[in-house]
């Protein structure tokens, strides 16, 4: 069974790595990580990964089997916090992506996927507690979290200011949930 999950995995990588060379185009960096109103002093120093085959991409399906699969098989807290942080970062910059290639056609797509990566940080946190609670040493990945957070709060208000009115609520919505993210992570580091 496991050569069989093993071999399903190299040749999803395999397929994927070679088809995303080919489906999208690369951001410059400063588009990639928007930063928020020109009146806020100072962008949050967090780079996002880039995010491979997005969602609008026939062959994206194939994408999340993978990283269903590779999470399933994950059973150490602390990496699997971290492999949560690194899916809600992809999460974030494929919306953005998204936004950047056709922001009229894939406006909704983006913020349907925004909020699943908001689910992984979600995931990635209550991970990272477990993982302090069983005695781990919890110190880098909860800085990280805590950067991630200040990013993604950053992105989101940029986007809640730049969107329709329809979706002006949902990224409103999805920014609050950062802010508390980051207030939870705070509170795991003060401990």
Do not use: C
Request: no cysteine; proline share 3%.
């Amino acid at each position: 069974m496991k050569k069989i999950i093993f071999l399903f995995s190299f040749l999803t990588l395999i397929t994927l790595n070679t088809v995303s060379s080919f489906a999208q185009e690369t951001l410059p960096l400063n588009q990639a990580t928007v930063s928020a109103d020109s009146n806020t002093s100072k962008s949050v120093e967090y780079e996002l990964p880039y995010p491979g085959i997005l969602p609008d991409h026939p062959l994206y399906f194939l994408k999340m089997t993978r990283d269903w699969i590779v999470r399933l098989l994950i059973s150490d807290l602390l990496k699997k916090a971290e492999f949560d942080l690194l899916q809600a970062d992809k999460r974030l910059n494929s919306g953005l992506y998204l936004l950047h290639n056709d922001k009229d056609k894939n406006a909704e797509l983006a913020q349907s996927t925004i909020s699943k990566g908001e689910d992984y940080f979600e995931e990635a946190i209550k991970n990272a507690e477990k993982a302090k609670k069983q005695g781990m040493d919890t110190k880098d990945v909860l800085r990280r979290l805590l950067d991630s957070s200040k990013k993604h709060q950053e992105i989101l208000q940029s986007l809640g200011s730049k969107s329709t009115e329809a979706l002006k609520d949902d990224y409103f919505h999805l920014q609050e949930r950062a802010e508390g993210f980051e207030r939870a992570v705070s509170s795991l580091s003060a401990e």
